[in-house]
């Protein structure tokens, strides 16, 4: 069983940012990030593969930045310039296959609010 575990989030100012990271217990080809907001359903954020390839939702292009340290089993999301509608519990994710996430973590929670 994959193992997935988040850390950074919390509460941030508008304007402000803020680095999610995710530690794997086994390395995975894909990792990355989805999102969940009150009252929505979970859409993806971002994923990258070993390689470097990287998935953004159109939405998230510019604000935010996926990377990952493969020897480390860690991938981390930079999200900058927060709005309060990026309020959400964060998933970091794992699969074989970008956009079809197989492991999900607990999920943490990031409130963009003054």
């Known amino acids: 069983q994959v193992q997935l575990v988040e850390s950074g989030g919390g509460l941030v100012q508008p304007g402000g940012s803020l680095r999610l990271s995710c530690a794997a217990s086994v390395s995975m080809y894909v990792m990355g990030w989805y999102r969940q907001a009150p009252g929505k359903q979970r859409e993806l954020v971002a994923d990258?593969?070993?390689?470097?390839?990287?998935n953004y939702a159109d939405s998230m292009k510019g604000r935010f930045t996926i990377s990952r340290d493969t020897a480390k089993k860690t991938v981390y999301l930079e999200m900058n310039t927060l709005k309060p509608e990026d309020t959400a519990v964060y998933y970091c994710?794992?699969?074989?296959?970008?956009?079809?996430?197989?492991?999900w973590g607990q999920g943490t929670q990031v409130t963009v609010s003054s």
């Open positions: 994710v794992a699969g074989p296959f970008s956009g079809s996430p197989r492991y």
């Open positions: 990258i593969t070993t390689g470097g390839s990287t």
